[in-house]
Nanobody
Framework: QLQASGGGLVQAGGSLRLSCAAS????????VGWFRQPPGKEREFVAA????????GYADSVKGRFTTSRDNAKNTVYLQMNSLKPEDTAVYYC???????????????WGQGTQVTVSS
């Protein structure tokens, strides 16, 4: 089970930190991805890392502004979002897939979405 949280309303230039907490099992050996679905658009990749550590990558649109990290003690992966822009407005999801990068349409586990709204 994955539980995503931390969304909210923020002004442009502000920051938010999303959390993706795992429960019920270990996600060792899994890759964890962050995805977002802007209003009226398809779900898109944002960032990904291996649960055990190691960054896989970021979408070009968020490079230098977003950072994904983990806290082993809390069994949680984070997405720190800085310098937010109105175009970052979307429902954000975390997802995990064993041994492979999750895709916008496929993962072994999905967290529920959390809304991020950036006002101009």
């Amino acid at each position: 089970q994955l539980q995503a949280s931390g969304g909210g309303l923020v002004q442009a230039g502000g920051s938010l930190r999303l959390s993706c907490a795992a429960s019920g099992r270990t996600f060792s050996g899994y890759a964890v991805g962050w995805f977002r679905q802007p209003p009226g658009k398809e779900r898109e990749f944002v960032a990904a890392m291996f649960w055990g550590g190691g960054i896989i990558g970021y979408a070009d649109s968020v490079k230098g502004r977003f950072t994904t990290s983990r806290d082993n003690a809390k069994n949680t992966v984070y997405l720190q979002m800085n310098s937010l822009k109105p175009e970052d407005t979307a429902v954000y999801y975390c997802a995990a897939r064993r041994g492979q990068l999750p895709t916008p349409s496929y993962a072994d586990y999905w967290g529920q979405g959390t809304q991020v709204t950036v006002s101009s």
